[in-house]
Structure formats: C-alpha cells, structure tokens
C-alpha cells in the first residue's frame, strides 16, 4: 500500500488537540502552526476524515520546495506527478495563499501551478488542447509561507465543522469543530452532568453527546475523495462500518441544554435529532437567572452573545452579570465561557482561573475558565 504524508489542518490555537486526537489513533504526528503533520495510507485517510473532531481538513502533501520565482514554482509543480492520482478527466482546481513569499500574487501563483499540471498530465495521457476536467474533483492548494511552497491534495472537499446535522442555526453559531475544541479544553466525562445555559442551536451539547457515545462526527456526510479512481470504496465503506460498530447506544448521558428563546430550542432539539443525540440532550426554554441544580462536580459550558453590537451591549453585560450571581454558589462546578469581550471578568465578578485565546472564524475569543471543588 502506497504511504502518503497528510497534514491536518487546523484552526489557530487547537493544532495541539488535532495532534492529540492523532496521537490517541495511534499516529506519530508533527504539530505545526495551523496544521499536524503525519503518514497514512488510503485507510487512514478515510479513518481520520471519518473521526478527526477538531480538524478542518485533511490534506495529501504533493510537493514542498523553495520558490521565488515563478519558474521555481511551475518546475516545482510539473515534477510532480500528478498521475498517479489524478486520471485524464480529473476536474482539478487550484486554490492559494502567501504569506511572507516573493511570489505574493496568488492568482498568479494558482495559475502557475494549474499550467503545470496540465502540461504534466497532458504528457503523461498524450492529450492536445485542453484536458476534459469532466470527472471526480480533486481540490489542489498552493500555500506560499517563507518562500516555500507547499501543494497539497485536499481528500476533504468542504470542511470537516461540517457535519451534516446542523438543519438551522442561531445568529453567531460557533463552527462544529470549534464546540468540539471547547469540550475537549474541559474537564467534562460522559459521567458528569452538562448544562450549557445559552445552548442557542445546540452545537457544543451535541458535540459533546457524540463525544459521549464515541460516535464518529463525519459518520453522515460524504468526503470529495471517496469520488477518486485510488479509492476502491471499501477503505471508507470499512472505515463507516468500524465507526457504527463503536458506538456506545446503552450510555446515557446528562446533558440539559436551556435557552431564552424558545425558536432556538426548537431548533436545537431538531439539531440533535438530525445528529443521533436526540434521547441524549433534554432542552428547555429558561432564562440564565431561573436556572438552579442540586446536582455536583458538573461542567457549565456556555458560547453567550459577544454583545458586537452597540445596542446588545446592555442586554449581554447583564447577562454576563446574571451569570456570575447564578454560577457563583455552584462550588463544585467548573464552567467554560467563550466570549470576545476581554472585559468579561469585570460584568461576570470573578476572575477566571485559567484563559485561553481562540478563533470563532476570523473573531478573536477567549474561553474564561473556572475551575470548581475537586472531589
């Protein structure tokens, strides 16, 4: 079986959970800013695009060398040989980006790269004029950093946040892959309860439930390399098979999800369904301020309004307030708030015990983190 170099990509700040997601599949792995490095086989490729819950992609390295000029890159790409993936009909396009590079123009860098590969199979498949680009897609990438240029193979297509059961969602839903970084950076066990008290569409309790039941998050969706003539369809038929057989559908977990507004709980309860974690999640219409327990030692996660907007200021300040006065009694409960306003201690009265900067897209965040009584 033939061994590629793969790269994980990340978003900014979880590179380090993607490799520990690797590392516990059993992989040797390089963690990189924004990416994990590691070898597999077409097998691999359908496991880790199958289980990876905090990566976005998952990527075939085809080249990687200098370049500061356009000669370099076109030389670079041609040598490579895009035959032994691509066939004759392969509809392949190029995207890129430079960072730091002489070859700062990336629709020229595309288009270099995109000759090259033409000229190369038009070679190999004796083709004249232009090639059908009629089949299966193979996405390519040309990432300039430094001067170095890497071209990579994308066996993903659309990003691994998406995982096919979001049917609605609220006004600032937090990418799928991110609700699962968030739980990952808890301390929350299937066996703990789970409250998020502004579940909105749901994404970190049903992440969390598929987290508990060990299921697979891309089980239900369809990855743009299962359309490739490498693929023989029984690596990821093999691969699904594997990921049903390890689900654990006698656990029942403790999730209660709340929200103010009673659209967002209907939509979150048709989220769960759609992702299998419908019997796992009970969700509620309640206020921040109504909410009581006499449960211990649970997990508080919540991703509030960020209050971007002048008018929402007021309302989220004090519902940041809210919180602090409702979850300060709650001793023995650790609780997780994501939110871009770095004045958050301030309204919530407390300063966190731990803080961690994270991206929600291009919006920079930090998770407050308040650690609870030990048992």
């Known amino acids: 079986m033939t061994s590629y170099q793969l790269i994980a990509t990340a978003a900014a700040g979880i590179e380090g959970l993607v490799g520990k997601e690797l590392k516990a599949m059993g992989y040797d792995c390089q963690v990189e800013n924004g990416r994990v490095r590691f070898q597999g086989e077409l097998d691999d490729i359908a496991k880790c695009n199958l289980h990876l819950r905090t990566a976005d992609h998952i990527k075939i390295v085809m080249a990687e060398f200098k370049a500061i000029t356009f000669d370099q890159l076109y030389e670079g790409a041609k040598a490579i040989a895009w035959e032994d993936i691509l066939p004759m009909d392969a509809e392949f396009p190029v995207t890129g980006k430079s960072v730091k590079s002489k070859l700062h123009s990336v629709p020229n860098c595309q288009k270099m790269v995109k000759k090259a590969a033409v000229d190369r199979l038009a070679n190999v498949y004796h083709r004249r004029g232009r090639l059908p680009e009629t089949g299966a897609k193979y996405p390519i990438e040309v990432s300039l950093h430094k001067d170095v240029a890497l071209i990579t193979l994308d066996t993903t297509g659309s990003s691994l946040f998406k995982r096919g059961y979001r049917t609605e969602k609220g006004g600032a839903p937090l990418k799928e892959n991110m609700a699962a970084a968030i739980m990952k950076l808890t301390t929350w066990f299937p066996d703990k309860p789970l409250v998020d008290p502004t579940c909105g569409s749901g994404t970190l309790l049903i992440e969390a439930a598929m987290m508990g039941m060990n299921m697979a998050p891309g089980l239900n969706r369809h990855f743009v390399s299962e359309d490739w003539d490498i693929f023989q369809k029984a690596e990821f038929d093999h691969a699904r098979e594997e990921a049903r057989a390890q689900i654990d559908h006698d656990i029942q977990l403790d999730i209660l999800g709340t929200d103010i507004d009673h659209r967002m709980i209907t939509i979150a309860q048709a989220n769960a369904q759609a992702a299998g974690v419908g019997q796992q ?85 930090d998770l407050f983190q308040y650690w609870g009584d030990r048992k």
């Open 281 to 365: 999640i009970s969700f509620k219409q309640m206020q921040v301020a109504d909410f009581t327990t006499d449960k211990s030692f649970g997990i508080i996660v919540s991703n509030p309004p960020y209050g971007e907007r002048l008018n929402d200021q007021d309302y989220v300040h004090n519902l940041y307030r809210e919180m602090g006065q409702v979850f300060s009694p709650l001793n023995t409960w650790s609780k997780y708030i994501l939110t871009s306003d770095l004045d958050f201690e301030n309204y919530y009265g407390e300063k966190a015990t731990k803080k961690r900067k994270l991206y929600n897209g291009s919006l920079r965040t």
